[in-house]
């Protein structure tokens, strides 16, 4: 259980981006924070990465505050998904995907058979393994950022939007695959968007943001009141 507790964050010029958010993000379900652009959902994903600190409030991972453990500790237990992959250009597929296992110290051959485990798992062609990010189509991409994330068994995925910048055929096929894999892999999943269809196809529980950084419902998607 992430849970965020009161969390405000102004950035130095002064920007509300989060104010004092409260939200306990379930284990082993998809939770959904949507809103508008701006209204602070990239914010509160990475805050409870640790990319930003919270000026005010406190985040617990299984009731322990997340500023408590060494920050790479922290990171190893969260996959991190974004828009347009943020793939590393120089490496194939492969070698993308096994980038975390290597810094694990887990050596090539066992990084390289975990890849190939997972390209399969998010849907990717053996024959995709050697291609570099630019070979490959956007949902493709896309795929490779979710074998990535995977790559260390992480109990926790946190995704920004991983979805918005393929076309809505292939965003379709992208969300029907991610419940599959949520439903086989039991991942605790944060998931930001702006769409509204989205969060309602995929929450368990969709937390609804408004400008300002507040938090406007959190229910069950058959609960969201129409705004
Ligand atoms: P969203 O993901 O919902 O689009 P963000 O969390 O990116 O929202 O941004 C929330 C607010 O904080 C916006 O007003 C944005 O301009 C502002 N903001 C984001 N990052 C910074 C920053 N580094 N410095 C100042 N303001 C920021
Ligand atoms: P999508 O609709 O999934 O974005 P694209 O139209 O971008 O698909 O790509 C269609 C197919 O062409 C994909 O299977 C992809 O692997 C292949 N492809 C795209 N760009 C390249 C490239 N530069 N080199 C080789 N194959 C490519």
């Known amino acids: 259980m992430i849970r965020i507790d009161t969390v405000t964050k102004r950035y130095p010029d002064g920007t509300v981006a989060v104010d004092r958010l409260t939200l306990d993000i379930p284990d082993r379900s998809i939770t959904v924070l949507v809103g508008p652009s701006g209204c602070g959902k990239t914010t509160t994903l990475r805050m409870i990465n640790r990319m930003v600190e919270p000026t005010e409030g406190t985040i617990r991972l299984d009731g322990v505050d997340i500023r408590e453990q060494p920050v790479t500790t922290l990171r190893r237990s969260m996959g ?31 990084s390289r058979a975990r890849a190939a485990e997972l390209m ?3 849907g990717l062609d053996a024959s995709l393994a050697k291609r570099y990010p630019y070979q490959l189509s956007g949902g493709q991409q896309q795929r490779v950022g979710v074998a990535r994330a995977l790559a260390a068994d992480p109990p926790v995925l946190l995704m920004d939007e991983p979805f918005s910048a393929v076309d809505p055929v292939v965003r379709k096929g992208l969300q029907d695959e991610l419940l599959r894999l949520q439903e086989d892999l039991g991942k605790t999943i944060v998931f930001v968007t702006h769409d509204i269809d989205e969060a309602v196809k995929l929450g368990t529980m969709v937390a609804v943001l408004r400008t300002g950084g507040r938090l406007a419902q959190y229910a069950p998607p058959a609960e969201l009141l129409s705004a």
């Open 80 to 110: 991190y998904v974004i828009q347009n992959a943020g793939l590393f250009q120089h490496r194939t597929v492969v070698d993308n995907i096994a980038t975390v296992p290597r810094l694990l110290g887990w050596g090539k051959q066992k």
């Open 120 to 122: 399969e798992r998010v």
